[in-house]
Each structure stands twice: as structure tokens, then as C-alpha cells.
């Protein structure tokens, strides 16, 4: 695009939004119409409308929650009112009455009356350490979406990509902390919650960010057993929402089965509708292919869940699950079907499908591989036959890969129990924690999202007839041919620090992807939402936490010896062992807490 036409776009977006910082109602009103329209559309982002709500104290949240759940009716409201319009710009005008009119009512009990302050846009660099080993890039700025970052906020960031998922453990240890951390490590969730080592965010909001954008329910999410926060987490957003925006699908990072279609033909197109059916299919290309590896199962046993979702895996990211015959609340590896689960992939193991060399790769390993045409199946995201297919294309491999749409299973189940991915946290050797949390009410508010995840519009994205942004042919080409290479180019999708996952559903929505479209959405139809788990686990902080969190990670390392047993009576073995240990490290007491718990959550929902 020529210099001059991306200053002009860059202008525009400027002046529908002098709040840089974007805190409180200027900068709401002073969005654009098209802006309003595609957040009025997504139900999700309508939320924001509430962010007044949520900056009071944690004592508060109960008051909070009522007034928000009054002002999502009000807004709700507002889009059938604005539906049955005759003109977008009666439209409009009903949406924006009734959205203030949310607003207003929440902010009544809830909002401080504070008039923001100018934001502060002189250039500050941060240091910032992304605990995502995997992550796209290992810098920021001399991208599109970077540099307008920088010219609305004035922040930039030295970032630090982690080596390896150890390495923040390492620095927490050291108190050797940049500014900020950004991490989707939940289990280190806990230790990053401390005074000691973070602000805790009510201080920061009431201090230097009294409009910032989050929902009661985003605060309770975040709360720690000492009634503070240190964070929101990312890529959150409720199940009503889930139920309610028609482009809400689950994440691009599902873990997805992708073969080699290629081959596929190559050995008569076998039939490949269960578990059982690829395990023949494995069988034939070892007899074909013997220099092969018949499946990658990504970096971290990143493909795990997949298989957990064909087997009807009762349990989420808390590992709990309730069993109905028992009454009572388990521990993952007690659930019949994780033990089915992990047996199933011991068995490709034992078979020679999985290699062991491959149980330990790290992503730029196991990518390697599959862009060398050396896999014939493998399990990550939804989007790896792209990345594939872009490879084979630039070596001139006569190679095709595409993502097998269903799951293979009649009863598959997907547990969301999450509360988000990734959180962002402001660690005490920050200099300017006033600059930091402003940075993050940017991120987080409406136009920060749109900017991250979609960038500028008229050079990014566009809006389509249903008011969605929606990018251009030029970036949805680039996003096809290889993810990476749209978020190096541009800078999108990346930063995502306060993107909500109905921001993240509507990027994903490509109706022309035909085969992904189709992946998320036989994955959304099997989603059940269990997020009262969260809330019945101990307080951070807590020596039951501690317990509990150290059993996870046991579990983590042990889990690769016992996908390598030599047999089935030794698989039978490894994995009760493991599971007497978890009750050894203490098990029994977690149970008994989370068990005592769980009914009074329960009743909430």
C-alpha cells in the first residue's frame, strides 16, 4: 500500500479515537459508525458497554454482577431494536441509546467519579518476556499493527521469548523479572499473584485507569485468595456469549488431527472415521513408508486433547470432573476415559507410529519434520496444513496436507471449564506501573482489540454487509499460506494481551476455509461448559494450591513414561502408579477440599 494512503488510514483512525489510552466514555462515543456497528453485531464486545461496572472493589463483585447481567438485558435489547430497523442509521441510533443507557446504569453503582486524565503518550520501552516458547516472532515493532500500537500508546517493548518452558520458573526464582510477563502457564498463575513479586490491578485501576474495560465477571475470574488481582486474563469470554454470537467458534490452537492427503490417495483413500480406522491407516503407510514418521503429536504433547475429545474426556483445564455415579468430584486420571485416552496413544507408541524421539520434540523440531514431508499425520492447531502446505509448495514437493474435519468418535465431548489463556502481569521491578495498566485498558478496550487482532482499517480489514471487520484479500491470502507470515508482516493476531475469545472467533471466521470452518464448528457442537471447576479449586497462595499445582506438574513429566511403556500390562502399570502418587503428594486432601466446595459453586450456576 503507497505511504501516503496508509498515513491517511492511520489519521483516520487517530481521530475517531483521541483517547489513546482508550479510557472511559470519550472513548466510546468517539468510535467510528462502521466500529460501533461491528461491536454492536458481536455480543461479546457489547460487554464493554459494562466496563464501568467491574472497577470496583472485589467486595463489591456481587452488586456488580447483578448490574451487569441488568445492563446485558438492556443491550440485548438494543440489537433486536436495532435489527428491526429500517435504516442503519435508526440502527445505530438504537444501539448507541441503549448501550448508554447500560452504561449509564452501571456506572451509577459502580463507577468512580473520576474524569480520565489526558492520556500520556511520550515513549516509554517496556521489557516484556513472552513465556510462549512457540511464539510467531521474537520482537516487536517495524510492523504494521506494532508501530500504530506504539504511535496510540506510546509503548514499545525489548522482548524476551522463552527458551523453553522452564525459563520463566527460572527468572520467578531469581527475581530477576522484566516489566511486564505476559504467560498462559496456569500453573504459575498463582506464584505470579503475589505482592512480592506484582502489583495487584485494583490499586492500578483505581489509581491510574478508573474506566478500565473489564466485566465483573473478568474481575472474579482473576481474584486471589487475598481479594486482589494482578491480572485479566485473555481470550475469555462467557457461555452466553458462546450461545449468543452466531461467529463464535472454538480456538485456531485446538488440537487438531491434519494427514498427509497425498498419501492418502496414494494407498486407495482408506475410510477414516474412527480411532480404529487410523490406526489401520498408520499401519499401511509404515508398510509403505517405512522411513516415515506416521504421526507427530506437536511440541509438549500439544496434540494430547484431540484424543481427549474423541474418548469423551470428562475434564478441562482444571483436571476435575464430576462423577455422577460416585457423587463426587475426581481428579483427571480417575476418569475411565483419560486412562482410554493415554492407553490409545501408548499403543501407537508401541507400534512404531509415534516415534520416541518425537514424544520430546520442541515446535521448531517437530515442525521440521512435517515441513520436510517426513510425517504423514499429525496434531496441533487447526491451521497446521497451511504452514504444510506453503512448504511443500516453496520445495516443490509434490505434498498435500488437510485437517481431518470430524472427530473420530460417535460420543466426542469437549470440556471448556477455562477462564481464559494468558495472563499479563505487571511485575514490581516496573519503573512506570501507571504507563503499564493504561497500556492495558488500551488493549483491552474495543479499539485496541480491533487493532490487534484485525489492525487498521481500509489496509487490513474491511466491514462486511453484517457490520463484522472482515480482512482483505490480500491478508486472508497471506493468513492461508502461512499464519506465521501474516503476524510477521503485519504484527496481527499477536498481541493479543486483551483480546476476548469472541474478538479471536470472529478473526477465525473464514467461511472461504472451508475445511477449518468445518473442524471448529464440529468441535463447537460438542463444547460443554463447566467453569464452577475454577471455583472450587483452593485459594493461590494456599499450601493446598501448592499441592495441588505440584501434582499437575508431576503429572506433566510423568505422563511421557507412561506413554512409552513397552506393553500393555506395563502401561497398566505406569499409569497406577502415577495415580497412587498424585494420592501420596496429597491428593485425597485436594479432593476433600474441592469436594466441600463444589456444591455451593455449583448452586451459582
Known amino acids: 500500500m503507497p505511504e501516503k494512503r496508509l498515513f491517511r488510514h492511520n489519521n483516520q483512525m487517530r481521530n475517531r479515537i483521541r483517547m489513546g489510552t482508550g479510557m472511559g466514555t470519550k472513548m466510546r462515543t468517539r468510535m467510528g459508525t462502521k466500529m460501533k456497528k461491528a461491536f454492536f453485531v458481536a455480543a461479546a464486545l457489547l460487554a464493554f458497554a459494562l466496563a464501568l461496572a467491574a472497577c470496583g472493589s472485589p467486595a463489591s463483585k456481587q452488586p456488580a454482577a447483578t448490574t451487569a447481567s441488568a445492563a446485558v ?3 440485548k ?3 433486536t431494536t436495532a435489527k428491526a430497523a429500517t435504516t442503519a442509521a435508526a440502527a445505530q441510533a438504537a444501539t448507541t441509546a441503549a448501550t448508554t443507557k447500560a452504561a449509564t446504569t452501571a456506572a451509577t453503582t459502580q463507577a468512580p467519579a473520576t474524569k480520565p486524565a489526558e492520556p500520556d503518550l511520550k515513549p516509554i520501552t517496556f521489557s516484556l518476556f513472552v513465556d510462549h516458547s512457540w511464539f510467531w516472532i521474537d520482537s516487536f515493532g517495524g510492523r504494521l499493527v506494532d508501530d500504530e500500537i506504539t504511535k496510540r500508546t506510546g509503548i514499545s517493548f525489548d522482548m524476551t521469548k522463552a527458551a523453553d518452558d522452564k525459563q520463566l520458573q527460572v527468572l520467578i526464582a531469581s527475581g530477576s523479572y522484566p ?8 500453573s504459575l498463575w498463582p506464584k505470579l499473584s503475589n505482592p512480592n513479586i506484582c502489583f495487584d490491578w485494583n ?3 483505581e489509581a491510574y485507569a478508573p474506566d478500565f474495560p473489564a466485566t465483573a465477571i473478568e474481575i472474579s475470574n482473576a481474584t ?4 486482589k488481582f494482578y491480572t485479566i486474563y485473555n481470550a475469555y469470554s462467557p457461555p452466553e456469549v458462546w450461545k449468543s454470537e452466531p461467529r463464535m467458534l472454538p480456538s485456531n490452537g485446538s488440537a487438531t488431527l ?5 498419501i492418502m490417495e496414494a494407498i486407495g483413500n482408506p475410510r477414516l472415521d474412527s480411532l480404529d480406522d487410523l490406526k489401520t491407516i498408520l499401519a499401511t503407510v509404515k508398510e509403505q513408508y517405512p522411513n516415515m514418521d506416521g504421526m507427530l503429536i506437536g511440541e509438549k504433547l500439544y496434540g494430547l486433547p484431540y484424543f481427549r475429545y474423541c474418548f469423551g474426556g470428562e475434564s478441562g483445564g482444571t483436571r476435575l470432573w464430576y462423577d455422577e455415579s460416585a457423587k463426587e468430584v475426581k481428579y483427571r486420571l480417575e476418569d475411565p476415559n483419560e486412562k482410554k485416552t493415554v492407553a490409545y496413544i501408548n499403543s501407537l507408541f508401541r507400534e512404531g507410529y509415534i516415534k520416541p524421539e518425537a514424544l520430546i520434540y520442541e515446535v521448531e523440531q517437530y515442525r521440521q519434520k512435517v515441513y520436510a514431508g517426513e510425517a504423514f499425520s499429525f496434531v496441533r492447531s487447526v491451521t497446521e496444513s497451511d504452514g504444510a502446505n506453503t512448504a511443500f509448495q516453496a520445495a516443490g514437493m509434490n505434498a498435500e496436507a488437510t485437517p481431518v474435519q470430524k472427530l473420530l468418535s460417535e460420543k466426542p465431548l469437549m470440556v471448556n471449564d477455562g477462564i481464559g489463556w494468558s495472563g499479563t502481569f505487571i511485575t514490581k521491578n516496573c519503573k512506570n506501573p501507571d504507563r503499564a495498566i493504561q497500556f492495558m485498558s488500551y488493549m483491552k478496550s474495543p479499539e485496541g482489540q480491533l487493532l490487534a487482532e484485525f489492525g487498521i482499517e481500509g489496509v487490513t480489514f474491511e466491514y462486511d454487509s453484517e457490520g463484522y471487520p472482515t480482512l482483505t484479500q490480500e491478508v486472508r491470502e497471506l493468513r492461508s499460506s502461512s499464519y506465521t507470515s501474516m503476524v510477521d508482516t503485519y504484527g496481527m493476531a499477536c498481541w493479543n494481551f486483551g483480546v476476548s ?5 470472529i478473526f477465525n471466521w473464514n467461511p472461504k476455509a472451508e475445511p477449518i470452518m468445518n473442524v471448529l464448528k464440529n468441535l463447537g457442537a460438542v463444547i460443554q461448559f463447566r467453569p464452577w471447576f475454577q471455583f472450587t479449586l483452593p485459594d493461590s497462595g494456599t499450601e493446598l494450591r501448592d499441592t495441588y499445582s505440584k501434582i499437575g506438574s508431576f503429572v506433566d513429566q510423568e505422563i511421557y513414561k507412561v506413554i512409552a511403556a513397552e506393553s500393555e500390562p506395563a502401561f497398566e502399570e505406569a499409569y497406577d502408579a502415577m495415580l497412587n502418587t498424585c494420592f501420596t503428594m496429597g491428593l485425597d486432601t485436594v479432593k476433600t477440599y474441592v469436594n466441600e466446595k463444589y456444591p455451593l459453586v455449583k448452586a451459582k450456576y
Request: negative net charge; aromatic residues 4%.
Open 501 to 505: 475469545a469472541a474478538t479471536e472467533a
Open 224 to 227: 486471589q485468595g487475598d481479594g
Open 258 to 262: 491434519h494427514v498427509r492427503k497425498d
Open 73 to 75: 438485558t438492556t443491550a
Open 77 to 79: 435489547a438494543a440489537e
Open 203 to 205: 490499586g492500578l485501576i
Open 179 to 186: 516489566d511486564i510477563i505476559y504467560t498462559g502457564t496456569t
